[in-house]
């Protein structure tokens, strides 16, 4: 597509259910970044992809945190036993060719994580 | 490890009036890039600097990195309605990562 996509853009769960986060990166972009905003703060780093493999989950908050990426191409940011703290917006972004940080990284839309 | 850190978090601008928006990293970085977020928006990328001292322009906006690299700043000329939102810095130590700052939030009055 023309640009990184992230479905769904608002989520709202109850506290205790797990959560699925969708992302699909431009086409072609070998590096996929996942990062938390919540409400009036930065980007907080969550996880890096290169390819399919992830070298860097180092920004993942907790255990019930995980993600994936097959193909190469979507990836699943995946929250279980979601938290009211999980309640923020998760954007990804995808760049080029990653493994150095002069590659632009183009920001999805977000997904506003709501847990009641 | 690394943190980069944003002053001011809000700045409140009179239509016309110029600011400046400043970044500051503990370590040394290897570039930074700096993104504007537009109200219920997402980050977009503006510009990047990897030179030390480094100076670019896009149109009224004004981007420096400090000699040591270790910071940046952001200047804005003649602030115009379309320049709210959130500017954020995200600096580099040379590897994919990018941490970014908190952000300055732009309010204009016009």
């Known amino acids: 597509g023309a640009g990184v996509s992230q479905s769904p853009s608002n989520k709202v769960t109850e506290k205790g259910k797990d959560v699925e986060l969708r992302c699909d990166p431009i086409s072609g972009h070998t590096a996929l970044y996942w990062y938390r905003q919540s409400l009036g703060q930065g980007l907080e780093f969550l996880i890096y992809f290169q390819g399919n493999s992830a070298p860097d989950k180092s920004g993942l908050p907790s255990d019930r945190f995980s993600a994936e990426r097959t193909g190469g191409s979507v990836s699943t940011l995946t929250i279980q036993r979601t938290q009211q703290e999980d309640s923020a917006v998760y954007l990804c972004?995808?760049?080029?060719?990653?493994?150095?940080?002069?590659?632009?990284?183009?920001f999805g839309p977000g997904t506003r994580l709501t847990v009641l | 490890g690394q943190q980069v850190m944003q002053i001011p978090q809000y700045q409140h601008v009179q239509e016309g009036e110029d600011f400046t928006t400043y970044c500051n990293s503990s370590t040394t970085l290897s570039n930074i890039q700096w993104y504007k977020q537009r109200p219920g928006g997402h980050p977009v990328f503006l510009i990047q600097?990897?030179?030390?001292?480094e100076v670019k322009k896009q149109k009224r906006l004004t981007f420096q990195f400090g000699e040591a690299k270790k910071n940046s700043s952001l200047h804005i000329t003649a602030t115009q309605t379309t320049d709210v939102g959130t500017y954020f810095c995200a600096g580099s130590e040379g590897f994919y990562k990018l941490s970014f700052g908190a952000g300055t939030t732009v309010t204009v009055r016009a």
């Open positions: 600097l990897v030179k030390s001292g």
């Open positions: 972004a995808s760049s080029p060719s990653g493994g150095t940080s002069t590659d632009t990284q183009y």
